[in-house]
């Protein structure tokens, strides 16, 4: 299982991005879904997550800006950013927990990271 991360970009202080991911390979059943983001200097934090029954969660400093949805036919998951602040500035990773197709256990994957950049 393979995962692309695209749409990131450098945008205004107030501006939107929408960032996608898409799944490649076999998979049996999905656990969950999120996306991750690093900044410089920073750990790794999870943004927003949503599990197999739909449940969502943010973090909150992102919470009525951004929302996570999903695809659960493509195995796809999306990350609408809204009124975005130069804070958002980060790499962006995707990140599913997935059971492949002959697999018992599930595993960890993770896309490439997207850059996303808020100037100011």
């Known amino acids: 299982v393979q995962l692309q991360a695209s749409g990131g970009g450098l945008v205004q202080a107030g501006g939107s991005l929408s960032l996608s991911c898409a799944t490649s390979g076999s998979i049996f059943s999905v656990t969950f879904m999120g996306w991750y983001r690093q900044a410089p200097g920073k750990q790794r934090e999870l943004v927003a997550g949503i599990s197999s029954d739909g449940r969502r969660n943010y973090i909150d400093s992102v919470k009525g800006r951004f929302t996570i949805s999903r695809d659960t036919i493509k195995y796809a998951v999306y990350l609408r950013m809204n009124s975005l602040k130069p804070e958002d500035t980060a790499v962006y990773y995707c990140?599913?927990?997935?059971?492949?197709?002959?697999?018992?256990?599930?595993?960890?994957?993770w896309g490439q990271g997207t850059q996303v950049t808020v100037s100011s």
């Open positions: 990140n599913v927990e997935a059971t492949p197709l002959g697999y018992y256990n599930s595993k960890i994957f």
